[in-house]
Each structure stands twice: as structure tokens, then as C-alpha cells.
């Protein structure tokens, strides 16, 4: 059974900084992605930053470039974001995700987490 539990969210003010954590188990990790995404209220879940367990290869998407980082820990099977200043339009919750590469270049992600909530007060 895959489990993902994220944590490390709360409340900051902007500029200020956070650090989350997604602690996986079930699987060898190591031939999967490791992602982070977030889904603000009322829009739709969107993706922020992924990693590849082999190689720690790393992509983010345009708006965290910079301010944000992904990591892993392969000893403790765990994924961290690095959040750094902090802007209001971050604010939402913020879910890890597991999965693999197609052939097509794209991933698809099977497992998620119950996500941990980030608000950025202005």
C-alpha cells in the first residue's frame, strides 16, 4: 500500500518562508517522480515541481521558479518543497503526488497524498 503523508504547511506572511514534507512508503521509489502540486479555492489543482528519485532531476513551473525547491532524501523516502518568498496567490493546499514517465514524455501520477494547507497572508 503507497502512502504519502504530507506536512510542513500553515500560516506566513508574505516574503516569509516554508518548508514541506511528503513522507512515502510502499513502493521502491527510486524508478518513480516525486511532485508537488497545489489547488487554490475554487480553481483547479495545478502543478508546481517534480523530481525524479534516480538522478534528482527537477522542473518547476514558470511562477515558483527561483522561489521554490524540491528535494529528496533518499534515506528517509521523503520529498521536501523549499518555499521561499512567499506571495498571497501561493496560498492553497498543497498535495505530493507518485508516479512514472510514459513513453510520450509525459507523467502520470497514481498515488497523492491528503495535501497540507499553505495560507500567505499580505
Known amino acids: 500500500q503507497v502512502q504519502l503523508v504530507e506536512s510542513g504547511g500553515g500560516l506566513v506572511q508574505a516574503g516569509g518562508s516554508l518548508r514541506l514534507s511528503c513522507a512515502a512508503s510502499?513502493?521502491?521509489?527510486?524508478?518513480?517522480?516525486m511532485a508537488w502540486f497545489r489547488q487554490a479555492p475554487g480553481k483547479e489543482r495545478v502543478f508546481v515541481a517534480r523530481?525524479?528519485?534516480?538522478?534528482?532531476?527537477?522542473y518547476y513551473r514558470d511562477s515558483v521558479k527561483g522561489r521554490f525547491t524540491i528535494s529528496r532524501d533518499n534515506a528517509k523516502n521523503t520529498v521536501y518543497l523549499q518555499m521561499n518568498s512567499l506571495k498571497p496567490e501561493d496560498t492553497a493546499v498543497y498535495y505530493c503526488?507518485?508516479?512514472?514517465?510514459?513513453?510520450?514524455?509525459?507523467?502520470?501520477?497514481?498515488?497523492w497524498g491528503q495535501g497540507t494547507q499553505v495560507t500567505v497572508s499580505s
Open positions: 503526488a507518485t508516479g512514472v514517465q510514459r513513453s510520450s514524455g509525459t507523467y502520470e501520477y497514481d498515488y
Open positions: 523530481i525524479r528519485w534516480s538522478g534528482g532531476s527537477t
Open positions: 510502499g513502493r521502491t521509489f527510486r524508478s518513480y517522480a
